[in-house]
């Protein structure tokens, strides 16, 4: 028999949603005040300041920056470090977090010790360049790539879901005679999926987000990823001098409109990726951090 909710359980329902409410609206919000300040004139913008509808909606801004190939060219680079990315570094991360997971591995709180100091203490800005020069690796996209494909928070997070595996799985892929690569990617990564497709997710947003590896790196602005694009379009429609030549139009962008145009082109496709993964997110990344 269902008992009736008390006053006091039924105000704190609504003061609960209340709050959560507000917290969503005040998240959402900015977003809805760049998509629609991207439709809007550039005076407009400056009279209202902030805009939720537009009342004279245009498409200046967004003509403006397809008036070239260079922000479809800026997409493709960042399109293709996010997959090329993802996928090296989900590789690698599971390889190395299906090894430390293993009981039987010699040294593997030692190694523990080197991945979580990563956390904790990092070589810098300029060893790190200093590095990735000697390498031979400047003005190219592995750059991009091979320096930032293990994160540690990510490895650790991985790790610990596949310890969360029952062992008689490996025991019986043993017995039939699959070898360590055979149960990784034919037993544990299918069965890591929520992990996997979380930690994917980390991933994902990360390279397609890369601004400062580009700007130390990468001196070729057909190479450029988006993000390195949209601070040189800021800097332009802001008045101050910048490389970008290639948007040269036949007329003057409207200032504030291109700024949210040119954001809400370099947001929408890392936002339609994450519909795909949502149902395995918040299991994943529990199942991953319930066991040290």
């Given amino acids: ?22 917290f969503a ?12 300040g991207s439709f809007t004139t550039a005076e407009e913008l400056i009279q209202k300041k902030f805009v939720l509808f537009p009342t004279q909606f245009t498409l200046d801004a967004y003509r403006y920056i397809f008036s070239t190939d260079i922000l479809l060219r800026s997409l493709g680079v960042s399109i293709f470090i996010t997959v090329a990315g993802t996928f090296i570094s989900m590789l690698l991360t599971s390889m190395m977090g299906y090894g430390l997971s293993r009981k039987d591995l010699d040294g593997r709180r030692l190694f523990m010790f080197l991945v979580v100091f990563t956390m904790l203490f990092s070589g810098g800005m300029i060893p790190t360049f200093l590095v990735v020069k000697e390498l031979g690796m400047i003005d190219t996209y592995w750059a991009l790539l091979i320096p ?3 994160n540690a ?23 039939d005679g699959s070898n360590d690569f055979g149960i990784l990617f034919r037993i544990v990564i299918p069965l890591s999926m929520p992990a996997i497709a979380t ?19 990468i001196d070729d602005s057909t190479k450029w990823p988006i993000q390195v694009l949209l601070r040189q379009i800021v800097i332009m429609a802001s008045g101050m001098q910048g490389d970008t030549s290639d948007l040269a139009g036949d007329y003057a962008p409207p200032e504030e409109t291109i700024k949210m145009a040119v954001i809400v082109v370099a947001t929408l496709p890392i936002l339609l990726v994450y519909p795909f993964l949502q149902k395995h997110f918040a299991k994943g990344a529990l199942l991953g951090s319930v066991k040290g």
Avoid: C
Avoid at 26 to 33: A, G, S
Avoid at 153 to 175: T, V
């Fill in 153 to 175: 928070f990510n490895l650790i997070i991985l790790r610990n879901f596949f310890q969360n595996l029952p062992e008689g799985i490996e025991e019986s892929a043993k017995i």
């Fill in 1 to 22: 028999m269902v008992r009736d909710k008390s006053w006091g359980s039924r105000l704190f329902e609504i003061a609960n949603y209340s709050l959560l409410a507000l």
């Fill in 148 to 150: 930032s494909s293990i």
């Fill in 25 to 36: 609206l005040i998240t959402v919000l900015p977003f809805v005040h760049v998509l629609a």
């Fill in 199 to 217: 930690i994917s997710l980390f991933y994902a947003v990360s390279y397609w987000n890369v601004f400062m590896q580009a700007i130390l790196y």
